[in-house]
């Protein structure tokens, strides 16, 4: 195991590497995570400031 | 120039954005998988380099990371350029989709090649190294292209003026790749690309190329997760998605 660790003493460089890299890819799949729960919360919301609830749905004509 | 019927598919939102629901599950686990394989293969399995010693391990993030980082730059290109023709709106949202994603991992690439640089040309940083100066400017042009939207109020026009930006800048992508041919500096010369007779023994193309696949199938997972995310904010009034939120989950 600390053979794996040190790297043959290039461990200080091997490491981070792979860490930051790892680091990347969570945080990309956390911020869409984070923007589809936003943009759903904001249509949501959107749909309760235009329509009052229990009223049926009306299509206005243009 | 008249497009296939079957592009006007790609074009509506409903439709991309349940595929995109559909498919990113998949994605994330053939990602998730061929990279913890391809890690513990290339970190554990795999033998030290007779030259290199253990360093060389970054090999196996270094490239696959800057491969994906100018596969990034073209989809986001294509698609903008697409999204500019044809007033695509989709497009468009591919495009932003990618940049973010194709930023962090043209950071990565850079990080991940200084360190080891460091240990193997002896420095971390090389201004003289073309491959280096054009990556960095890779970097740059995500950055200027979101800094560019960012500008905008209006998202139409963002969109538009964005997508020149995207564009032009797509002469950067070959000059990467060529670059190591074109100028004789530290970055080595191609290695697997030269399909008959790659430069590379078996013991370790295998966990390179299951890295490569890795990282691939990586990318198109985070760009469809994020896409769904955009759709939704692009489209937040129209009828379909507010149908599809009051029968519960889109």
């Known amino acids: ?62 | 120039m008249k497009l296939p019927r079957w592009f006007h598919l790609f074009g509506s939102p409903p439709f991309v954005y349940r595929l995109a629901g559909a498919l990113t599950p998949w994605l994330g686990i053939i990602a998730c998988t061929l990279l913890i394989v391809g890690a513990y293969w290339g970190l554990v399995v795999a033998p030290p380099d007779a030259v290199q010693g253990e360093v060389y391990r970054i090999l196996y993030i270094h490239p696959q990371t800057a491969y994906v980082s100018m596969m990034a730059y073209v989809v986001m290109a294509v698609t903008a350029g697409i999204g500019y023709i044809w007033r695509i709106k989709l497009a468009h949202a591919v495009a932003v989709s990618a940049a973010p994603i194709g930023a962090s991992f043209t950071a990565c690439a850079l990080v991940s090649g200084s360190l080891w640089g460091r240990p193997t040309w002896g420095t971390y940083w090389e201004w003289g190294d073309p491959r280096i100066m054009f990556e960095t400017l890779l970097l740059f042009l995500f950055l200027s292209y979101l800094a560019l939207r960012a500008a905008f109020e209006d998202r139409d026009k963002a969109d538009r003026v964005s997508a020149i930006l995207a564009v032009v800048g797509v002469v950067n992508v070959p000059i990467i790749h060529y670059s190591v041919l074109w100028w004789n500096t530290l970055h080595q010369g191609p290695t697997i690309s030269k399909l008959d007779s790659p430069s590379m023994a078996t013991e370790f193309l295998i966990p390179f190329l299951i890295m490569i696949t890795g990282f691939t199938f990586c990318f198109y997972w985070l760009l469809l997760s994020r896409l769904k995310a955009e759709i939704v904010e692009r489209e937040r009034d129209t009828r379909w998605l507010q149908d599809a939120l009051q029968g519960g989950r889109p």
Do not use: C
Request: charged share 20%; net charge positive; proline share 5%.
């Open chain 1, 1 to 62: 195991m600390n053979e794996i660790l040190s790297m043959g003493g290039h461990g200080a460089y091997v490491w981070p590497a792979y860490g930051i890299t790892l680091a990347v890819i969570v945080f990309n799949a956390w911020a869409a995570r984070r923007k589809l729960a936003i943009a759903l919360d904001e249509a949501r919301r959107s749909r309760a400031t235009e329509q009052p609830r229990n009223q049926p749905r009306v299509r206005q004509l243009q």
